[in-house]
C-alpha cells in the first residue's frame, strides 16, 4: 500500500495544504461517505513519510476493517474513492492559484446563463485589470484570445452582429500567440540539436520569417525575443544578434515573468559557450560578466535552486579566468542550493575541476573517481579532464587506454548530438598528438598549433593551445 498512488500524492502535500485537505473531507459537499473520513482519520498519524509498515495492506485490513470478510476488495474501493477526492482537491488548489482561469470560468457560467449585465462586468472589469499589467507574455495574450473568443459568442447568442471588432481582436491575438509559440519551440529544436541528434525541421517558418521582416511585431516583446535568439542560434558568427540579445532582455525584463527571463538568459548563455569553442576568446571574458550579472540579479535561483549546469558553467568560466577564489566560494557557497539529487554529483565534478586548475591532480583524480554518469555530459566532461589529467601527470597507457575508449564511446552513441561528437574527437585527435611528441615523436608542435587553428569545433582549446605552447618551448 505504501506504493500506493494515494499515498504517493498524500506525500506532496505540505502541512497547510495536509490540513486543508482533511478540512475539504469533512465537508458534505463532495461526497456522503463516512467511512472516507475514518478512513483518512486512519491515516493521519502517518503523515508525512507514510512508509510505516502499518500501511501495509494486511496490517491496514486487520486493524481498520477487521469485520470485513472482503476486506481487500473494501480497501481498494476506499483508497480509490479517497484518491478522487484528493484529485479534486488539488484541481481546487491550483484553480485558487489561477485568477484568470477563474474568471474565464465566471464568463463561462454567465454566459451559458445568459446573463449580460453580469458577463459584461466581469468583462470589463477584467480586461482593464489585465490591460494595466506590465507582463505580457504568452499566456497573457492566450487569456486574452480566450476572454474575447468568450465575448464574440456571448454576443452572437444576444444577436448582437453590429460589432466585428471582436473578431478582429481574435485575429490578433492569436497570430501573435501563433507567432510567438512557433518561435519558442523553433528556438528549443534548433538549440537541441546542438546536443542530441535530431533532423526534424518545423514547419511554416518561411512565412514567419516574411512576417517578421515586415518590421509588424517588432513592438511586441514575446514575440521579438525570440527572433532575436533564433537569430544567434542561426547565424553564431554574427556577434551583433548575441549584443542585441542581452541588450533587448536588458532593457525589456519588466515584460517577462521569472521563468521566461531565466529560460531567455539560456540562450544568451549558450551562445558564449559555443564561441568560446570556436576559439573566440573575448567571450571568456564576456561569459564571466554575463554570469555575475545573472548572479547579482539572482536570475539563476529558481525557485530556490541553482540548475546544476549553471554551477558547473560559472565553475568553469571563472575557472578558465584564473579567478581562483571567486571559485572557491562560489562552489562552497552554492552547494547547498542545487537540488538535492543532483547535489553531490555537481558538487564533485565542479571541485575536481578546482583541483586541476589549481595543479592539485592527485585530488582531482580521486574526486573523479566518484562522479556518477547520470547524463553524457558528466561522461563526456569526465573522460576529458581525466585525460588532461593523464596529460599533465604522465600517465601515458593511462591516457591512451582512456581515449580509445571514450573515442569509441563517442562513435557508438546515437543520442549525442554530431557537434558534441565531433568536438569531443578533435580534442581526443590533439591530445593523443601532443602526448606522443611529449613522448619524443618528430612530429613538430608548430605543425601541430596550426592544425588546430583550422579547427572550427574543439572543447578545451584554450588548454590546448597553452599545453602546445609549452610544447613549442621546450623544443627550442
Known amino acids: 500500500m505504501q506504493s500506493s498512488k494515494l499515498l504517493q500524492v498524500l506525500k506532496t502535500l505540505n502541512k497547510r495544504e495536509f490540513r486543508q485537505f482533511g478540512v475539504w473531507i469533512e465537508g458534505d459537499i463532495f461526497h456522503n461517505n463516512p467511512a472516507l473520513r475514518q478512513f483518512f482519520q486512519f491515516l493521519v498519524p502517518f503523515y508525512p513519510s507514510f512508509d510505516s509498515s502499518a500501511l501495509e495492506r494486511d496490517q491496514v485490513i486487520k486493524r481498520f476493517l477487521p469485520k470485513e470478510k472482503n476486506g481487500v476488495q473494501k480497501l481498494r474501493y476506499l483508497m480509490s474513492d479517497l484518491n478522487q477526492l484528493l484529485e479534486s482537491f488539488l484541481v481546487w488548489t491550483e484553480l485558487k492559484k489561477n485568477e484568470r482561469v ?165 540562450y544568451a548563455r549558450n551562445y558564449c559557450t559555443k564561441q568560446i569553442n570556436l576559439g573566440n576568446e573575448i567571450f571568456q571574458k564576456e561569459s564571466l560578466l554575463l554570469y555575475k550579472y545573472l548572479i547579482e540579479k539572482d536570475i539563476l535561483i529558481k525557485e530556490g535552486y541553482i540548475w546544476q549546469w549553471d554551477y558547473l558553467n560559472v565553475t568553469m568560466i571563472s575557472l578558465r579566468a584564473g579567478d581562483f577564489d571567486y571559485t572557491s566560494e562560489f562552489i562552497r557557497k552554492y552547494k547547498e542550493k542545487i537540488r538535492p539529487a543532483q547535489r553531490q554529483n555537481a558538487y564533485t565534478y565542479c571541485l575536481a575541476q578546482f583541483y586541476f586548475h589549481t595543479q592539485k591532480f592527485e585530488k582531482c583524480m580521486d574526486l573523479l573517481r566518484d562522479v556518477e554518469f547520470s547524463d553524457p555530459y558528466y561522461y563526456m566532461a569526465t573522460k576529458s579532464l581525466l585525460a588532461k589529467t593523464f596529460f599533465e601527470t604522465e600517465e601515458i597507457i593511462s591516457l591512451f587506454s582512456l581515449t580509445d575508449a571514450f573515442s569509441i564511446y563517442l562513435r557508438r552513441n546515437k543520442k549525442i548530438s554530431k557537434y558534441q561528437i565531433q568536438n569531443h574527437l578533435h580534442f581526443v585527435k590533439f591530445i593523443k598528438k601532443m602526448t606522443r611528441i611529449k613522448m619524443g615523436s618528430r612530429m613538430r608542435p608548430e605543425k601541430v598549433k596550426k592544425e588546430l587553428t583550422e579547427i572550427s569545433n574543439i572543447v578545451d582549446r584554450t588548454w590546448l593551445n597553452e599545453k602546445l605552447d609549452e610544447l613549442i618551448l621546450a623544443d627550442k
Open 102 to 266: 477563474q474568471n474565464q470560468l465566471l464568463l463561462q457560467s454567465y454566459k451559458e446563463r445568459q446573463l449580460p449585465k453580469h458577463f459584461n462586468n466581469v468583462y470589463e472589469k477584467h480586461k482593464k485589470k489585465e490591460a494595466k499589467n506590465a507582463v505580457k507574455d504568452m499566456d497573457w495574450h492566450r487569456h486574452q484570445l480566450d476572454l474575447e473568443i468568450l465575448f464574440t459568442e456571448f454576443q452572437f447568442t444576444q444577436l448582437n452582429h453590429g460589432n466585428h471588432d471582436c473578431l478582429t481582436r481574435i485575429m490578433d491575438h492569436l497570430d501573435i500567440f501563433y507567432i510567438a509559440n512557433k518561435l519558442k519551440y523553433a528556438c528549443e529544436i534548433t538549440n537541441y540539436k546542438n546536443i542530441l541528434a535530431t533532423d526534424y525541421e518545423p514547419m511554416l517558418m518561411g512565412a514567419i520569417d516574411e512576417c517578421l521582416a515586415l518590421d509588424k511585431f517588432k513592438d511586441i516583446p514575446v514575440i521579438y525575443v525570440y527572433f532575436l535568439v533564433l537569430e544567434t542560434l542561426r547565424d553564431n558568427t554574427n556577434e551583433a544578434h548575441y549584443h542585441a540579445l542581452v541588450e533587448y532582455l536588458r532593457e525589456n525584463k519588466h515584460a517577462f515573468d521569472e521563468n521566461d527571463i531565466y529560460e531567455l538568459y539560456i
